[in-house]
């Protein structure tokens, strides 16, 4: 049974972009088209030569903000600012989204690629603020992204969270591999199922998903 599988959690880490939203919002389209704005400043390349290369560093290393910092050294703050830097109209408050996350025993935080700043606008505008403990960006691994298993062990540590005690809920499945290698819980949160090793479990409604594992249902 679910409920028993996540018994002994005691840290809930969620991460942000399409899995506290429904991808269908597409709010990520926003930044994909100023990331590739970003590459095509930074390289001079023409936009389809700096899509290519956007897709490209996230494929290599991790994000594209990784990529950019390793082969063109940019200033990731000026980068992470100008690329959320965008609306959040799409966005609705989900009350009962926000209710399931609070009632889950323990400690709540969001764990992003993104920055910091931006999660914490998108949390506001879906009315999910309140249920989180903290909320940490790309910045507080020191720019490392997830998947990179360093990345996670600098914000779970920084966090102080145990990750035998904690679930991975994640959009990306690159992003669960380290988690599970850490003992945690992962729940994929996607439309379609990704078979993996490392995925203990997949749900395309995460509201749904939380419900059954909640001790208060």
């Avoid at 995925?199 to 749904?208: K, V």
Wanted: aromatic share 10%; charged share 25%; glycine share 4%.
């Amino acid at each position: 049974m679910a409920r028993s599988f996540f018994s002994h959690v005691r840290a809930w880490v969620f991460d942000l972009d399409n899995t506290l939203y429904p991808p269908a919002v597409r709010l990520f389209d926003q930044i994909e088209v100023k990331m590739t704005d970003f590459v095509m400043r930074v390289t001079g390349e023409d936009r389809p030569e700096a899509n290519r290369l956007r897709k490209h560093y996230w494929a290599a290393h991790g994000t594209t903000l990784a990529g950019l910092m390793r082969e063109h050294k940019i200033d990731p703050d000026a980068y992470l600012e100008e690329v959320h830097d965008i609306r959040f109209d799409a966005l609705t408050p989900d009350p009962h989204l926000a209710d399931l996350i609070a009632a889950l025993p323990g400690r709540k935080i969001v764990y992003t690629n993104g920055s910091a700043p931006y999660a914490a606008q998108v949390l506001q505008a879906r009315g999910l603020d309140a249920a989180f403990d903290a909320i940490y960006g790309v910045e507080h691994a020191g720019y490392a992204p997830k998947p990179e298993r360093a990345a996670f062990e600098t914000v779970f540590r920084r966090d102080g969270l145990d990750p035998e005690e904690a679930a991975m809920f994640e959009d990306d499945t690159r992003n669960l591999a380290a988690p599970h290698a850490m003992g945690m819980r992962t729940v994929h949160v996607a439309p379609d199922p990704a078979p993996h090793p490392h995925i203990h479990h997949h749900t395309d409604d995460l509201a749904e998903f939380l419900s059954q594992i909640s001790p208060r249902t």
